[in-house]
């Protein structure tokens, strides 16, 4: 049997800047409508140093120019997406622990995005960022789910790297699963900053013992999940010239696209020549189905095919990249006859327990 697990990261953009009804609540809301019509259930990572920032300063009575409660919408929508079968899990994202709210906007500390690099101490320790993350997800999801364990984790950005100290906190707080890490991933920057180069292409999870990025055998009690990948021409992402000019142009997503694969200031001051030749470049994928058009998942399947001892894929979204209906509807349906069945983190983990 082939499973695939849809996760859906809950955020708002990594620099601090978005909307959270434009970016999260409203495209989770069609995201959600479209799983269900394909029997689907996803599994939300739910960001929550941002959520615990965002919470403060309306509590403080800082409206921060919404005009509705944005805590209250997405506490809200997280439960409505527990009672309809979906999963939730824990992303974090350090750049948010030290975040301001100035006159404009969120200002987050560019010098934590990485959680395989996170040092600090005390009350925002690894170990902290992770039970405090816990336990508010928990809190949350209770009332409505009495059973509700926080079991897995996925660092921001795909930071997990490297993961000994990530792997240690996952222990001592008892999370089992990590999905965070992609074959085929290489990032050499501030924001991003992961060699996955050498990962198994080919299995859907393993075992770990002290690293994320080492599979090993047995029941070590914390398993890998990792995100299906494949090395595509950049460009191929973006399924129209429009998008691509999109990308090209200043716009947020544009911002945090070239930001994940160059330094801060080097992407500002590319030239037109070099933005298109960095787009033509080959680099490896993470199977998004928020983001995809219908030709780039048709590759994806092919290889996924030739992958025959493989029981789980795991795909990745984001409601602030989502697209669309076409690509997404196409690839649930395509999976859904072609015998895939969709699964949760949650329902792997009492599965493999
Ligand atoms: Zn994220």
């Not at 100035?102 to 902290?128: F, I, K, N, Q």
């Not at 997990?160 to 996952?170: G, L, N, R, Y």
């Not at 030239?271 to 490896?284: Q, R």
Request: a negative charge; proline letters at 3%.
């Amino acid at each position: 049997m082939k499973e695939i697990i849809l996760t859906l990261d809950y955020e708002l953009f990594g620099n601090g800047k978005g909307d959270v009804f434009r970016h999260i609540v409203e495209p989770t809301q069609h995201i959600m409508k479209i799983a269900k019509r394909h029997n689907a259930h996803l599994t939300f990572f739910f960001e929550v140093v941002e959520y615990w920032r965002m919470k403060e300063e309306w509590e403080r009575g800082n409206t921060m120019g919404y005009t509705e409660n944005p805590i209250a919408a997405m506490e809200k929508q997280i439960l409505e997406a527990v009672r309809e079968g979906h999963d939730v899990q824990l992303h974090l994202h350090p750049q948010w622990v030290d975040a301001q709210w100035t006159e404009a906007g969120w200002v987050v500390d560019d010098t934590s995005h990485r959680l395989g690099h996170y040092s600090r101490e005390g009350e925002y320790s690894m170990v902290e960022l992770l039970r405090k993350g816990k336990e508010t997800l928990e809190q949350l999801i209770t009332p409505v789910k009495p059973y509700y364990h926080c079991t897995a984790l996925r660092a921001g950005g795909y930071n997990a790297f490297p993961s000994d100290e990530i792997v240690k906190a996952m222990r001592e707080v008892g999370m089992k699963m990590d999905s965070s890490l992609y074959p085929g991933g290489f990032a050499q920057g501030e924001i991003a900053d992961y060699d996955y180069r050498t990962l198994p292409k080919d299995k859907g999870v393993w075992s770990v013992e002290n690293r994320l990025e080492e599979p090993t055998q047995g029941k070590t009690g914390i398993y890998e999940l990792p995100i299906c990948s494949l090395e595509i021409t950049r460009w191929r992402k973006y399924a129209s010239w429009e998008r691509v000019k999109n990308i090209l142009s200043n716009t947020q997503q544009s911002k945090e696209f070239y930001a994940s694969k160059m330094s801060q200031t080097s992407h500002t001051k590319k030239s037109m020549t070099d933005k298109i030749k960095f787009l033509f470049e080959k680099e490896c994928q993470t199977w998004d189905y928020c983001l995809l058009p219908e030709a780039v998942h048709n590759l994806f399947l092919a290889e996924m095919e030739k992958q025959t001892d493989r029981r789980y894929y795991t795909l990745v979204g984001h409601p602030k990249s989502y697209m669309g209906e076409q690509g997404y509807s196409f690839l649930l349906k395509t999976l859904n006859d072609n015998g895939y069945r969709f699964t949760t983190i949650q329902e792997i983990l009492s599965n493999i327990e």
